[in-house]
């Protein structure tokens, strides 16, 4: 004869007895309501203090980030300017490899002239200026004869010439019995050497 299957009981109470399954049902659902609680009210997150101590961390973050963003942007302008500004420079004081010597030359005879001292021999040297493709270094040599005074002027008007002139070395000295001085000035400038692809 098959055996009736029959639940255990516990402290002498069947667990199909409608009042214990209620209790359980309950216990249940109370369980499931502090579980909702917590989820909802996050009393882990912290009390309202700790709460508005971590705005005010985020608020001062957030200001900081501000801050740094905007010196960026000062920092961006300040580089686009010195970009323009270095090739406008470029632009107005450089000239083309391939007129740099004749005009340089021009200057130095105008300026000889002008002084009242007598152009001789010149050489010229060129360069490449490390760290940079478009810009070589022109070095030239130049020879001159006349009176001191003649060479205080032409020093003068070299200073003041529209050409970017670096006068590296300047040398007088005095011809035997005479007061005209042997002069040697070393200029340096810079050329633009012009991509091959517009040569």
């Not at 209790?23 to 249940?28: C, E, F, K, N, T």
């Not at 340089?104 to 940079?132: F, H, M, N, Q, Y």
Request: glycine share 6%; charged share 25%; no cysteine.
């Amino acid at each position: 004869m098959p055996r009736s299957f029959e639940l255990p009981r516990v402290n002498g109470v069947s667990l199909l007895d409608p009042r214990v399954a209620m209790r359980v049902i309950l216990g249940v659902l109370a369980l499931a309501n502090v579980v909702a609680a917590l989820i909802v009210f996050k009393p882990w997150g912290g009390s309202p203090a700790d709460l508005e101590a971590q705005r005010a961390q985020l608020e001062r973050q957030m200001l900081d980030m501000r801050q740094r963003l905007e010196r960026t942007r000062q920092v961006v302008q300040k580089v686009q300017r010195a970009r323009s500004e270095g090739d406008r420079f470029l632009a107005d004081y450089m000239m083309d490899r391939q007129s740099t010597f004749s005009t340089i030359v021009s200057e130095l005879d105008r300026v000889a002239k002008e002084a009242g001292i007598t152009p001789k021999e010149r050489s010229w040297t060129l360069e490449e200026v490390e760290g940079s493709e478009t810009v070589m270094q022109m070095t030239v040599t130049s020879g001159f004869e006349g009176a001191y005074a003649n060479l205080t002027k032409f020093v003068n008007l070299l200073d003041k010439s529209p050409r970017f002139l670096i006068v590296e070395s300047l040398q007088a000295a005095p011809q035997q019995g005479s007061n005209v001085l042997n002069i040697s000035v070393k200029l340096d400038t810079f050329v633009r050497q012009l991509p091959e692809a517009t040569l």
